[in-house]
T-cell receptor, first 116, second 111 residues
Framework: DTGVSQNPRHKITKRGQNVTFRCDPISEHNRLYWYRQTLGQGPEFLTYFQNEAQLEKSRLLSDRFSAERPKGSFSTLEIQRTEQGDSAMYLC??????????????FGPGTRLTVL | GENVEQHPSTLSVQEGDSAVIKCTYS??????FPWYKQELGKRPQLIIDIRSNVGEKKDQRIAVTLNKTAKHFSLHITETQPEDSAVYFCAAARGFQKLVFGTGTRLLVSP
């Protein structure tokens, strides 16, 4: 499968614990986005990277959230001291940003986080 | 910042009928408008998109229209089939930047 992959697919944790999610974008895609989706809502933007540079962070991304893309390939999203309100589906998307490329963002299957 | 509104929230049609979903956006600088289909428990998948230099785009049974002046765009599905049942999201973006999504439309196509 050459699409965007995310791990784990499901994560159940207790309030106060730290969790980390991983996203592997489509090979050679230089832009990588993180979104959060709660039940019945559209995905909400969290942050995005151009190669290894984090270019924008949403106000939704509190100090407890941190994202990295150290080598410009895979990315990790860490949530520290999880709260019940963090329960959501965390989606990753990637795209190729180059002259002549399409604007399409391709989404991964998501990581469903449940905070007890 | 950008705000995208989407209507209706639910839409029920009979197989073979047409379905229309409408979205409005607030940021006149937005120039890219994709539509995603999301089936239960699955990832959003692009079904069609349009850039602001085009007023209409069609792909088989699916079409999207854009009115830049009024800042609204619509998804049209003709000859609906039960497998079209899903949640549909519109979105808007400035160039390569983040997508701002609408709240979704749950489409139910009854046989």
């Amino acid at each position: 499968d050459t699409g965007v992959s995310q791990n784990p697919r499901h994560k159940i944790t207790k309030r106060g614990q730290n969790v980390t999610f991983r996203c592997d974008p489509i090979s050679e895609h230089n832009r990588l986005y993180w979104y959060r989706q709660t039940l019945g809502q559209g995905p909400e933007f969290l942050t995005y990277f151009q190669n290894e540079a984090q270019l924008e962070k949403s106000r939704l991304l509190s100090d407890r959230f941190s994202a990295e893309r150290p080598k410009g390939s895979f990315s990790t999203l860490e949530i520290q001291r999880t709260e019940q309100g963090d329960s959501a589906m965390y989606l990753c998307a990637s795209r190729l940003s180059r002259q002549g490329s399409t604007d399409t963002q391709y989404f991964g299957p998501g990581t469903r986080l449940t905070v007890l | 910042g950008e705000n995208v509104e989407q209507h209706p929230s639910t839409l029920s049609v009979q197989e073979g009928d047409s379905a229309v979903i409408k979205c409005t956006y607030s940021d006149s600088a937005s120039n890219y408008f994709p539509w995603y289909k999301q089936e239960l428990g699955k990832r959003p998948q692009l079904i069609i998109d349009i850039r602001s230099n085009v007023g209409e785009k069609k792909d088989q049974r699916i079409a999207v229209t854009l009115n830049k002046t009024a800042k609204h765009f619509s998804l049209h599905i003709t000859e609906t089939q039960p497998e079209d049942s899903a949640v549909y999201f519109c979105a808007a973006a400035r160039g390569f930047q983040k997508l701002v999504f609408g709240t979704g439309t749950r489409l139910l196509v009854s046989p």
